[in-house]
């Protein structure tokens, strides 16, 4: 049986259908829905890749 307990995205707080993302390092824990990761997570998990190439340059 499919554990079908409701998770809540941490970022927006809607329900998170099917599968959550990880929303490191916008949030440290919890889950986040497919548009947040999408739209918040990772445009910001590239921006410190941008800035962590900066300070190692
Ligand atoms: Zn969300």
Known sequence: MENSETK???I???EI???G???YPVKED???CRRCNY???VPER???HLEY???KG
Request: overall charge positive.
């Open 39 to 41: 739209e918040v997570v």
């Open 30 to 32: 919890g889950q986040c």
């Open 53 to 55: 190439q900066k300070t």
């Open 21 to 23: 993302y990880n929303p």
């Open 12 to 14: 927006c707080g809607n």
């Open 17 to 19: 259908k099917g599968y």
């Open 46 to 48: 590239y921006r410190r």
């Open 8 to 10: 809540t995205c941490c």
